[in-house]
């Protein structure tokens, strides 16, 4: 042979085995499987499985499929005590609505009925809790180091009732408290914490249509059903003992109790130098709690990291697996929760599949959780009782609801700039010729209202991202028109049902674009961090110190 030819099949050669040197991010990606996706939506979202209510036959159905579903795509057991399951104890509690809060001022007395001028309850595990205090008004109650922000002044509250604003303080300076965006400081979750931290009696939340985002009507709704907590094994004496809201009318009521001016108050915690006011009214309340202990269950896959120095590094992916079973009184009485959240279950089996072909350096979880619907308390009890360390976590991707019309032009990140994922999702998004953009409603905090939180209250980086609403070979308008359909009809509806006329690519697309965002994270050099305005970055830096 010429020397010339020689080279050519050398050249060749080599050619032909670069060629064929695996590229397992497109192995992975050719595991992804339309078919399959809709299949185990199918089954999940079946009537059989009852609408995968907490504690219920519905549950153990959905648990023993999930964790037969992960052993056959390659994930092994999540749990280090060697199952697919972590055990989440829940407390289902129904209050006393006959009570009345007793308000005793000087100038007389106020009694209030449950549901039309207050609601209250207690999430202690305990057949009774009698409040008793002098009320405070604490302005917005909160405490925000990282603002200069302290609304309490120093102030000893053991023992009393705070009352306070809702939403985080609408001051004009847009670099306080996130602008026009809701922060953590502005949700009731985040009041009834503070006011457990700094030993209050009672935590009474100032009721206004337009800061909270939904009318009193969906404060008192369903107040006298069975509502669900954590066990968490101390009987909850850590949370405060009474926690509750009062229509806006009471509460200036109270103020007139006290000869003071509720209007002129609010004025007051607008301003940084706000001091809490003793309203010198006496606050009481009897409240008597029904108890039912119930076992629900996370359930957790992993996918093994290939890098041995790595391996003992997380990446996890979260979606909730629990809707909300079966109840109202129509002709349909299963709530299937289909899109809500059999889309977002499915996802995590399928990315559980890709993972497995793929293996990144570090190692992958997969975690459905239960009880999303009743107030992230799978995901809440997962953060606090974390089977992987969270300084050794590196983020959390959460999906909950899929796009089930078509493929979009654009992708949404919910409390999009709070982190360095932002990053990695522009990146995967830019593969599939699509344009990241923010939450639409920032005002409403979505960013609170899912399973990544309870992770990014432990510090965890974690995004939410969402097909946007710019879709591929539709009119203009056609995303919000859908999406304002779903909302009306059947979101928490039993009419949330598969349909046959979804068309899930958009949903595949989506599922490629967290499988990349998720390896990118799992192989890169530098962990994730919060932006330095994040209110998640002081815990996340104390976590990572160690402590
Ligand atoms: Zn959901």
Redesign the pocket.
């Known amino acids: 042979m010429e020397v010339g030819r020689v080279w050519l099949l050398v050249l060749m050669l080599i050619l032909a085995t670069a060629a064929k040197k695996p590229d397992p991010v497109r192995e992975a990606v050719a595991t992804f499987d339309q078919k399959a996706f809709l299949e185990n939506i199918r089954t999940l979202a079946s009537d059989e499985f009852e609408g995968r209510s907490p504690g219920t036959r519905g549950e153990e159905l959905t648990i023993k499929f999930l964790a037969k579903k992960f052993a056959e795509v390659g994930a092994s057991a999540g749990n280090p005590d060697g199952t697919y399951f972590q055990k989440v104890p829940l407390v289902g509690y129904t209050i006393d609505t006959g009570a009345s809060l007793k308000l005793i001022g000087s100038r007389g007395e106020l009694s209030l009925k449950f549901a039309d001028d207050y609601v209250a309850w207690t999430r202690r595990l305990v057949e009774e809790v009698q409040m008793q205090g002098e009320v405070v008004f604490v302005g917005y109650g909160v405490q925000a180091p990282e603002y200069g922000w302290d609304d309490y002044k120093g102030l000893d509250v053991k023992g009393k009732v705070l009352l306070m604003l809702i939403n985080d303080p609408q001051v004009p300076d847009e670099r306080l408290f996130g602008g026009k965006a809701m922060t953590y400081y502005g949700r009731w979750t985040y009041k009834y914490e503070i006011a457990a931290k700094l030993g209050a009696a009672g935590a009474i939340i100032i009721h206004e249509t337009g800061p909270a985002g939904y009318g009193w009507n969906v404060v008192r709704n369903g107040r006298e059903r069975e509502q669900f907590t954590i066990d968490s094994g101390n009987k909850n004496l850590g949370l405060c003992p009474v926690e509750g809201w009062i229509t806006y009318e009471k509460a200036e009521a109270l103020f007139k109790l006290a000869g003071k001016d509720l209007a002129e108050a609010k004025r007051a915690a607008l301003e940084r130098n706000f001091r809490p006011l003793a309203l010198e009214v006496k606050a009481e309340l009897l409240l008597k709690n029904k108890l039912r202990y119930v076992d629900s269950h996370n359930v957790i896959a992993k996918v093994e990291g290939s890098d041995p120095k790595l391996r003992n590094e997380y990446v996890i992916y979260v979606a909730?697996w629990d809707?909300f079973g079966i109840g109202g009184s129509g002709a349909d009485r299963i709530y299937n929760?289909a899109v809500?959240?059999a889309t977002?279950t499915a996802a995590l089996l399928e990315l559980a599949k890709a993972f497995s072909k793929a293996r990144p350096k570090r190692s992958v979880l997969f975690l459905a959780v239960t009880a999303?619907?009743r107030g992230l308390l799978g995901s809440a009890y997962y953060a606090e009782h974390p089977l992987y360390p969270h300084n050794k976590t590196l983020a959390v991707i959460n999906i909950?609801?899929m796009n089930v019309y078509g493929r979009t032009k654009d992708v949404v990140v919910i409390g999009l700039g709070a982190s360095s994922l932002d990053d990695y999702v522009r990146a995967a998004a830019r593969l599939q010729d699509r344009v990241v953009k923010p939450d639409p409603e920032p005002e409403k905090g979505y960013y609170y209202r899912?399973d990544h939180f309870s992770f990014a209250k432990h510090g965890v980086p974690a995004v939410y991202a969402e097909s946007g609403i710019d879709y591929v070979d539709k009119p203009k308008g056609y995303g919000m028109q859908v999406r304002e359909r779903y909302v009306s009809q059947d979101y928490h509806q039993p009419s949330d049902e598969v349909r046959e006329d979804w068309d899930l690519s958009g949903a595949m697309q989506d599922i490629e674009l967290l499988f990349r965002v998720g390896y990118e994270v799992a192989n890169a050099k530098r962990m994730p961090t919060w932006r330095p305005k994040s209110e998640f970055r002081a815990i996340r830096e104390a976590s990572l110190r160690g402590k």
């Open positions: 909730h809707h929760g809500d959240n977002g999303e619907e909950d609801s899912s």
